[in-house]
């Protein structure tokens, strides 16, 4: 078992709360709303963000070397769903959490 240092302890902490973000948001929020926040393009973004910062924090989790290049993938998908939530209202924290999730996993992935 390799040990976590605080950089990965904080980016699988940021994948997690981007990952809850994104589900919440969306269950409770972009589903009540309608519209363009239920648009098939966002709305898969916003599941897929969910999906690939659960699996990326996983990989951390169990000390694979492939946490690497799911960070990679992360870090463009967070950044991607930022985006795409900063151009609809009410998803401020969504917005938030996707970028500093994104942050933190561009420096995993270095």
Same mark, same amino acid.
């Given at each position: 078992?390799?040990?976590? =240092?605080?950089?990965? %302890? %904080? !980016?699988? =902490?940021?994948c997690l709360a981007c990952h809850r973000a994104c589900v919440t948001t969306f269950s409770q929020h972009c589903l009540? &709303?309608?519209?363009? /926040? &239920?648009?098939?393009? /966002?709305?898969?973004?916003?599941?897929? !963000?969910a999906e690939i910062c659960r699996t990326s924090a996983y990989f951390m989790e169990l000390g694979t070397e492939f946490h690497k290049q799911s960070c990679a993938l992360c870090a463009e998908v967070c950044a991607e769903c930022a985006r795409s939530c900063a151009d609809l209202e009410g998803m401020a924290d969504c917005v938030a959490a996707c970028r500093r999730c994104a942050d933190s996993c561009r420096q995993m992935a270095a």
């Open positions: 078992m390799h040990p976590m =240092d605080d950089a990965m %302890r %904080r !980016c699988v =902490d940021d009540d &709303v309608g519209g363009a /926040h &239920v648009e098939p393009r /966002h709305a898969r973004l916003m599941l897929a !963000c």
